[in-house]
């Protein structure tokens, strides 16, 4: 069975610095792109930042670039987004979605796997 699954959400102040975790089961990462999401109450998902299968390109929403970084670990299957600085505009349900031999897309409908999403809540 294919599966993404996130991890590392959680309520943290403004300024402050949390790490997502997506990890993948029932298939190698290695030949896919990653990408970040996330969705806020009310709002269209919307793409925060992607890194190419073979991690050479890397690509971030303006509204997160000089904060947040992308990274993968294929030799455990995962993916990161370390976001640092939080603020409250940050708050929403983020995603990772994997696309194979994606060229970091930052389209929802370009990716083939998603998982179920982890809640960050920025506030104080």
């Known amino acids: 069975q294919l599966q993404l699954v996130e991890s590392g959400g959680d309520l943290v102040q403004p300024g402050g610095s949390l790490r997502l975790t997506c990890a993948a089961s029932g298939f190698s990462l290695d030949d896919y792109a990653m990408g970040w999401f996330r969705q806020a109450p009310g709002k269209e998902r919307e793409f925060v930042a992607a890194i190419m299968w073979s991690g050479s390109l890397t690509r971030y929403a303006d509204s997160v670039k000089g904060r947040f970084t992308i990274s993968r670990d294929n030799a455990k299957n995962t993916a990161y987004l370390q976001m640092n600085s939080l603020k409250p505009e940050d708050t929403a349900v983020y995603y990772c979605?994997?696309?194979?031999?994606?060229?970091?897309?930052?389209?929802?409908?370009?990716?083939?796997?998603w998982g179920q999403g982890t809640q960050v809540t920025v506030s104080s």
């Open positions: 979605a994997a696309k194979r031999y994606g060229v970091a897309p930052m389209t929802p409908i370009e990716y083939d796997y």
